[in-house]
């Protein structure tokens, strides 16, 4: 019994687990502060991102279209680019950052969005907005390469590389955080805090979870800014927490500024938290407190509540962004669980080099299927058709009817987690997110039982 | 800043109809506008028969005279004018101390609003786009 | 009826001209905002694109159909579960959505022959299914697949299995309008009259421009069969495939979403004579009228009439116990498209309310006409909204409620304004009496949820209100200036319907009609 990779055998998607490259970089978009971006392509390609951020926050985000239309299909459509920049920047006074996001319409018809940038630096800018700090990036993400996840490291490194300067190093760190919720931006914080440690996150999103106020003044938007965006080029080392959300960026200050790049281990569980832990310390000499160990001892406290009696043996498919995945794999090996079925939903190729993924390979001792370019229908069919049993399933909103389905209970986790409520609000990293994890999954996994009638008189004593 | 726009076509500006019952015609028309959906296809020649159709057949159930029922599309637009007429009659009370003469007058006038508001003098650009 | 410019517009002097306010004594000959023009670049506004109007909107309510989509994943990603468009089989249309996941090499070199493989592969996971529907998108509009000759192709070597095609992608319009039209001709077009039907009765009807939302056509239906009426199709809502290939055998094609399906009904009178009969099952008068149009038009007005007795001695006191507490309350009316002239009047005849804007994101100027034509005065009309104006009319305005979708609702939210959402409904079904009650308890809840009435307290101040107690109820917000009359009223009563008012809609037996000899 081995841990096997391989990617999904049919060439089409049935229920994809990701959508594409430009929904990744939207989301970077919308975590910079003064900062709308514009998405040159079809409206759809902005309206239904919007949407599905606004499902899984319950909160609006503003991003922009180019609204390509037929004539700008057939005749080329930079124009559109040109007139979607002058308008938003009239409407929008305090808008400072514009990425220029392509979708698969306007890589394949060839628009020239760098072309454009220059023009528009060169020409409207300098005219009619003289006095104002504009910044447009072109990000090129068309839909037909990679995914969300490509999308998302995409526009970090090219957020990155626009802004980053080294003008006066300093003691800070770059974090990553890789495409993640406000409640881990949070958890990260925390950490870094109790630490010592100064940090420019990237992206700092706690506010997107943000108040109804009196005043009606309060909206939903990122905080990174554009001297965070700056200093990455000042800081003295890069944690890329997730290595496909980051690592770009991480390696671009690395080649460029020289800056040590760290790249992962996603802080999913204790035991990657422990190393994120270390990493900081090596990398700034800042040593690991004592209220962290206290924080380590109140989850270690809590886990040990709830794995050998309730957890171990447990099996579980995972699927969504590769980082996520991996690390709650790991976290779950390390509860005794066994993930049987780690699905990644897109085809990129490094996955069979991912240390992590090799150290699954090398060390599982019972059946572990990896499947690259995977699609909903991968995990459907197995339990359908091929005998595939399971206690849980980990993973996000989309997959919720195979839960409902074949009555196997659900955790959702990851990015949308549109079905339940508020789920945005608490980490998956850090110890406070493997407690979060570990007790989400156990009342899971409880409430099933009570749902099943089985063996739900268990828990009379515990 | 200039946006792309269908090529807007000018039309010349119709004169709203006069009619000595206008009164009474601004109070059925609004009837109409508030509660009926049938005036509104969205094209010009299929609003004129409409219009023509379901307002012939009104006056001819407010007149008690004989409607003509033979094809289904008489039925169609015969249903939305009983309707029509129960509602005039129920809502508009003076319908029903009108002569036949006053009442052909009266949905002459209607109807020649109608045409106006839905067809010559709306402003309704795609009102004659032959491909919807 | 002058123009309304936005202060936040000033600058795209264009969009003076998709606004207006109804003013005294004017018409839609006065003035009518543009309508389904190409949308300004970068002004944020709502609309999506065509291949979303053809697939998520038209086509995949059609429930016993693989909808696949042909392009990058992200299309069938975006527009799956983002619905309520529920059917009676189980909802397989909601549950499984295909992509052919085109990717770069295929982009290079064509993606008729991955297409194909998907097809087939498509068809084997799912082998009780033998309907499909492909939606081209704009990847695979660019690279020119030949997506009808694969279809073809597919149909020949597999005779038990039909395949639909449908070439709208995502750039081919101003909104998912230009979606709408492309499907609905396609259709026509290409299945139309490929199927015959059995007749079981004297009287049958297509139902179109209906989508199921929550369970409207379920609704709705019912009432038909009680009727004694043969539904031979919904386009889409809950309809199945081979049932709307035979759409050319109705009697009548009766129409609720004139927006999104009259095309459909037009080609159907012209080219088969069946005449098309506009009904809305939105409010008790509307929907009364809609039941007895359509009886007459079969010579069963006594039918229609029971079940509009019935119904409406059954659900009108609670449609009024409402009616009562809404009186007054200001509405924005920001839905899509069609709801904008279909609630416009009737929420303020049966409900009460005053409808203070309205607006459509993709209609056409059509739909405005209608929309203004049932407004009141003062009424501001917008075409194609964008974000910013949006909220420079909620601070105008200071509505009670907007009615409108998912996202914008978040931001409504944002400035206190409660939502309710116009596109997927809260608590449906919105269509039928008892749907119509629905409709009015949630704007009731909204209205007045205690949370509401908290969230603009500023406890900071000293002024700010000592509550006395740890809780309101509705009612104690609502009732406070109502008539002792009517608040102590033993015929008024609030809904009484349960969560689920749709699914035992589907067990229920219907009484066996005579057919006329011949």
């Known amino acids: 019994m081995t841990c096997e990779v391989k990617e999904k055998g049919r060439v089409g998607t049935i229920n994809p687990i990701f959508t594409c490259q430009p929904a990744g970089a939207q989301f970077v978009s919308i975590g910079i502060k003064d900062c709308i971006g514009i998405v040159h392509g079809g409206q759809g390609c902005v309206m239904f991102v919007r949407l599905i951020f606004s499902q899984h926050y319950k909160e609006s985000f503003e991003l922009a279209s180019s609204s390509l239309h037929e004539d700008g299909a057939v005749f080329g459509a930079c124009g559109r680019v040109e007139e979607a920049v002058d308008v938003l920047l009239s409407r929008y006074p305090d808008v400072k950052v514009v990425p220029i996001i392509t979708t698969c319409s306007t890589e394949i018809i060839g628009d020239d969005v760098d072309g454009v940038i220059k023009k528009l630096n060169e020409g409207l800018l300098k005219e009619k907005f003289p006095d104002r700090e504009v910044h447009l990036i072109a990000m090129h993400t068309p839909s037909f390469v990679g995914s969300m996840i490509s999308g998302y490291d995409v526009a970090v490194r090219d957020v990155v590389r626009h802004f980053a300067k080294r003008e006066a190093p300093n003691d800070k760190i770059n974090l990553l955080t890789g495409w993640v919720n406000p409640g881990d931006v949070k958890e990260l914080k925390h950490l870094l805090g109790e630490m010592d440690i100064e940090a420019n996150v990237l992206f700092e999103i706690e506010s997107f979870d943000s108040p109804i106020l009196p005043d009606g003044s309060a909206v939903s938007h990122g905080n990174t800014t554009i001297e965070d965006l700056i200093d990455t080029g000042n800081a003295r080392a890069t944690f890329a927490l997730n290595r496909y959300e980051g690592t770009k960026a991480a390696e671009y200050l690395q080649k460029k500024f020289e800056i040590p790049a760290i790249i992962g281990p996603t802080p999913i569980g204790i035991r990657n938290t422990d190393i994120f832990l270390q990493n900081l310390k090596k990398a700034t000499g800042k040593p690991i407190p004592q209220s962290l160990a206290h924080e380590r001892g109140v989850a270690i406290d809590a886990l040990a509540d709830l794995t050998h009696m309730f957890l171990a043996e447990k099996r579980v498919a995972i699927y969504g962004a590769p980082d996520l995945v991996i690390g709650l794999a790991e976290f779950c090996l390390d509860l005794e669980m066994k993930p049987v079925l780690l699905l990644l939903g897109d085809d990129n190729s490094k996955y069979v080099d991912d240390p992590r993924i090799k150290a699954l390979q090398e060390n599982v001792d019972y059946g572990m299927e990896i499947v690259t370019n995977a699609d909903f229908w991968e995990l459907e069919n197995r339990i359908k058709n091929e005998g595939l049993e399971l206690d849980l399933i980990l993973g996000h909103s989309k997959g919720r009817f195979i839960s409902i389905d074949y009555n196997i209970p659900m955790l959702r986790v990851g990015f949308p987690t549109y079905d339940r409520a508020g789920l945005f609000r608490y980490p998956t990293v850090g110890y406070g997110g493997a407690i979060w994890l570990a007790e989400q999954m156990a009342n899971t996994l409880f409430a099933d039982m009570e749902h099943k009638k089985n063996k739900e008189w268990v828990l009379n004593v515990w | ?132 | 009826m002058p123009h309304h410019e936005f202060e936040c517009s000033k600058v795209i002097p264009e969009r003076k001209k998709h606004a207006v306010i109804k003013g005294k004594g004017e018409t839609l000959a006065d003035a009518l905002p543009q309508g389904y023009l190409n949308t300004i670049p970068g002004s944020i506004s709502e609309r999506g694109c065509a291949y979303c109007g053809a697939k998520h909107v038209i086509g995949t309510p059609m429930k016993d159909v693989i909808h696949i989509s042909h392009g990058p994943v992200g299309c069938t990603y975006d527009t799956w579960q983002t619905k309520r468009y529920i059917s009676d089989n189980d909802n397989f249309q909601l549950k499984y959505t295909y992509a052919t996941d085109v990717k770069e090499k295929h982009i290079v070199f064509g993606a008729e022959k991955l297409l194909k493989q998907n097809i087939i592969e498509a068809f084997k996971a799912f082998p009780q299914i033998k309907r499909m529907t492909i939606y081209q998108t704009c990847a695979t509009a660019l690279i020119g697949d030949d997506i009808n000759a694969i279809a073809e192709e597919v149909m020949e070597e597999m005779p038990e299995v039909d395949i639909f095609v449908c070439n709208s992608p995502g750039f081919a319009g101003p909104s998912q309008s230009g979606g709408h039209h492309k499907i609905n001709i396609a259709w026509i077009n290409q299945k139309v009259g490929t199927v015959e039907p059995e007749i079981t009765g004297d009287h049958v009807i297509n139902y179109v421009g209906e989508y199921n939302i929550q369970g409207d056509q379920e609704v709705m239906v019912d009432y038909f069969k009680r009727m004694g009426i043969q539904v031979l199709s919904t386009f889409t809502g809950n309809g199945s495939y081979d049932g709307l290939r035979a759409m050319h055998r109705a009697h009548l094609n009766v129409l609720e979403c004139a927006r999104s399906a009259e095309y459909i009904c037009n080609e159907l009178r012209v080219r088969y004579g069946i005449p098309r009969l506009d009904i809305d099952g939105f409010g008790f008068k509307p929907l009364a009228d809609s039941l007895r149009k359509i009886g007459m038009f079969f010579g069963i007005e006594d039918r229609a009439k029971a079940i509009i007795d019935e119904e409406v001695a059954r659900w009108k006191p609670e449609l009024d116990w409402y009616k009562e507490r809404l009186m007054g309350k200001k509405v924005c009316l920001w839905p899509g498209g069609s709801k904008l002239w279909h609630w416009a009047h009737v929420i303020e005849e049966e409900m009460g309310l005053k409808v203070v804007s309205v607006y459509t994101k993709f209609g056409h100027q059509g739909d405005m006409e209608k929309g203004i034509a049932r407004c009141g005065e003062g009424t501001l009309a917008i075409d194609d909204p964008n974000e910013l104006e949006g909220l420079e009319a909620l601070e105008m305005l200071k509505p009670d409620i907007i009615l409108t979708g998912k996202r914008p609702g978040e931001v409504a939210k944002k400035v206190r304004v409660p939502y309710l959402n116009a596109h997927a409904y809260h608590n449906g079904p919105y269509k039928g009496f008892e749907g119509w009650v629905r409709f009015a308890r949630d704007i009731y809840n909204a209205i007045y949820s205690p949370i509401h009435q908290l969230s603009g307290i500023d406890i900071t101040k000293d002024n700010a209100p000592e509550w006395g107690n740890g809780f309101r109820t509705r009612q104690m917000l609502s009732d406070g200036n109502l008539s002792d009359a009517v608040r102590n009223s033993e015929t008024l009563r609030q809904y009484t319907g349960g969560y689920d008012s749709v699914s035992k809609l589907r067990e229920r037996e219907y009484p066996a009609f005579e057919r006329k000899v011949g």
């Not at chain 2, 249903?79 to 508009?92: I, K, Q």
């Not at chain 2, 402003?123 to 919807?132: A, G, R």
């Open chain 2, 1 to 132: 800043m200039s946006t792309a726009s269908a090529a807007a076509v000018v039309k010349q500006k119709v004169e709203a109809p006069v009619h000595p019952m206008d009164a009474r015609i601004d109070e059925l028309t609004d009837y109409i506008m508030k509660n009926c959906l049938w005036q509104f296809h969205s094209r010009s020649w299929d609003r004129e028969r409409q219009n023509a159709e379901i307002l012939k057949k009104t006056k001819e159930l407010l007149c008690g005279e004989p409607v003509d029922l033979s094809t289904s599309h008489d039925r169609c637009y015969w249903v939305d004018a009983v309707c029509l007429a129960d509602d005039y009659r129920e809502h508009y009370p003076w319908i029903n101390s009108m002569s036949k003469e006053e009442i052909g007058s009266l949905m002459q006038g209607l109807k020649d609003r109608m045409d106006y508001l839905t067809i010559t003098g709306s402003l309704n650009e795609e009102l004659s786009d032959k491909h919807y």
